[in-house]
């Protein structure tokens, strides 16, 4: 799913090309994309493109008249810049935007399609789709830690919940909390004041940092590979491969469409962390450690 970094990259890219610019068509090619009423989609045909904002992890276009269109991309969701007119793939398409100076299509690879559409008039109903999370960038260290200690949870779930902070998701959370040398099953109230003061400037950094790095790399371009494994990450999507910092290799928990990559010897003092339903399943046959792990594969 596109993260905040991710968003930011669309953001820069989109405004250049639609912002000022009136939208002269939309073409749907499923009606499960739109979820609200009223306003009518159509009601957005005519409108200039004012202003982008993101919303968490949502994209909303502001139209003139205070119209939003409101976009979720959820995990398979893109957005595609072409010229003026471009067919709507079948397969994976889902809308095309049409402008004068080119055609936004968006799309979606997934046998099941999540992503949505919202039209929305007005501030107050584009505010309902804020869960909100603090904004981390920018924040000062009593804030980040008020917004993550309002409840006790792992710092894994702490990170990604939209509720608490904005825009994190699975990516990002792996590399904030490898920065900051802290387990992703630490208790957000168990946290002392250095590793509060870590995790907060791990998480600007992290943020700031990668928003730059995809920047960069775009350059002019329109984002054509945006995705939640980036070259250069340190632990997210990198399982077995060696921690940059240490050397040790990178391990996984893996629970449905969430999972967790993290380096036992920079983060949990070395040992191996196991979800509830596999340590209940291995029991006394699930390695606690590094070197027990290695000591069983050298047996076989």
Not at 95 to 121: I, M, N, P, W, Y
């Amino acid at each position: 799913m596109p993260e905040l970094p991710d968003v930011e990259l669309y953001l820069f890219a989109l405004r250049s090309r639609i912002v000022g610019s009136k939208l002269e068509g939309v073409r749907l090619a499923t009606p499960f994309l739109l979820r609200s009423v009223e306003p009518p989609l159509d009601a957005a045909i005519g409108r200039t493109v004012t202003g982008l904002r993101r919303i968490g992890k949502r994209i909303a276009w502001e139209m003139d008249g205070a119209l939003f269109l409101v976009f979720h991309l959820m995990i398979a969701g893109r957005f595609k810049w072409r010229e003026r007119g471009a067919a709507v793939p079948r397969k994976v398409g889902l809308a095309a935007f049409d402008f004068a100076g080119g055609t936004v299509l968006l799309t979606e690879a997934a046998t099941q399609k999540r992503a949505s559409l919202h039209v929305v008039q007005g501030e107050s109903a584009l505010q309902a789709f804020d869960p909100g999370g603090l904004e981390p960038i920018g924040s000062s260290v009593e804030m980040f830690g008020d917004a993550l200690q309002k409840e006790n949870h792992t710092l894994k779930r702490a990170l990604t919940d939209p509720h608490l902070v904005s825009g994190i998701g699975n990516a990002y959370s792996d590399e904030i909390l490898h920065r900051a040398k802290l387990s992703p099953f630490k208790l957000t109230r168990q946290l002392t004041a250095d590793e509060l003061g870590r995790l907060h400037s791990a998480t600007l950094d992290t943020l700031s940092e990668w928003t730059n790095r995809l920047r960069s790399e775009a350059g002019d371009a329109f984002p054509e590979k945006v995705t939640a494994f980036h070259q250069g990450m340190a632990v997210h999507g990198r399982f077995g491969q060696p921690c940059p910092r240490c050397g040790t290799p990178v391990q996984r928990i893996v629970h449905g469409e969430h999972e967790v990559n993290y380096c036992p010897a920079c983060q949990t003092e070395g040992r191996l962390l196991a979800d509830r339903a596999l340590s209940k399943l291995l029991k006394d046959d699930w390695p606690k450690t590094l070197d027990e792990m290695e000591r069983r594969r050298s047996r076989k």
